[in-house]
T-cell receptor, first 115, second 112 residues
Framework: NAGVTQTPKFRVLKTGQSMTLLCAQD?????MYWYRQDPGMGLRLIHY???????AKGEVPDGYNVSRLKKQNFLLGLESAAPSQTSVYFC??????????????FGPGTRLTVL | KQEVTQIPAALSVPEGENLVLNCSFT??????LQWFRQDPGKGLTSLLLIQSSQREQTSGRLNASLDKSSGRSTLYIAASQPGDSATYLCAVKGGGADGLTFGKGTHLIIQP
């Protein structure tokens, strides 16, 4: 049981380049989330999904797109990277059926630098 | 808009002390509150989840309380150990399927 995994762990992009971050979970969780963590800002929700084939916007969705084609995977895309998207990106998942199933499990993060 | 504040931002105490970390939130209409631990360069590890109907939760040396009406939660760590050194994050979940709103964390150092 690997939990939540993220690929890649590190990446350096040039302004205008595109990339996709992959999140995978093997816990059969319905809900998946993408957050970014910046110094002095805390973690902020980018997008989330409540099940296969669904996505919704979070607090800071601009410049990002997401897809949930399979229940176990949640992809975060940057179409045209900007220096303001330099951050650490975390994926999380949960059952979210009430009570302790709401506990979110986080991946190890992807450190992205945009030059 | 929900805002979560954690006090203090940093704390350094000798090993063995009991300590309290504070978390406050502006909108009391929460579904649950979660405490996480984050080690440097790592992801977040869930410590405790308190549902809005609960007053406290305990796990080992950790005890978290929730006073929803006043918008406050505390994390009590008993008999602190150097291995407890980390950043502790408080997060609240509102109604519906939204994600968590996080505080900026308390950076805790336990001196051997």
């Amino acid at each position: 049981n690997a939990g939540v995994t993220q690929t890649p762990k590190f990446r350096v992009l040039k302004t205008g380049q595109s990339m996709t971050l992959l999140c995978a979970q093997d816990m059969n969780h319905e809900y998946m989330y993408w957050y970014r963590q910046d110094p002095g800002m805390g973690l902020r929700l980018i997008h989330y999904s409540v099940g296969e084939g669904t996505t919704a916007k979070g607090e800071v969705p601009d410049g990002y797109n997401v897809s949930r084609l399979k229940k176990q995977n949640f992809l975060l895309g940057l179409e045209s990277a900007a220096p303001s998207q330099t951050s650490v990106y975390f994926c999380a998942s949960s059952f979210s059926r009430g009570g302790l199933t709401d506990t979110q499990y986080f991946g190890p993060g992807t450190r992205l630098t945009v030059l | 808009k929900q805002e979560v504040t954690q006090i203090p931002a940093a704390l350094s105490v000798p090993e063995g002390e009991n300590l309290v970390l504070n978390c406050s939130f502006t909108d009391s209409a929460i579904y649950n509150l979660q405490w996480f631990r984050q080690d440097p360069g790592k992801g977040l590890t869930s410590l405790l989840l308190i549902q809005s109907s609960q007053r406290e939760q305990t796990s080992g040396r950790l005890n978290a309380s929730l006073d929803k009406s006043s918008g406050r939660s505390t994390l009590y760590i008993a008999a602190s150990q150097p291995g407890d050194s980390a950043t502790y994050l408080c997060a609240v979940k509102g109604g519906g399927a939204d994600g968590l709103t996080f505080g900026k964390g308390t950076h805790l150092i336990i001196q051997p």
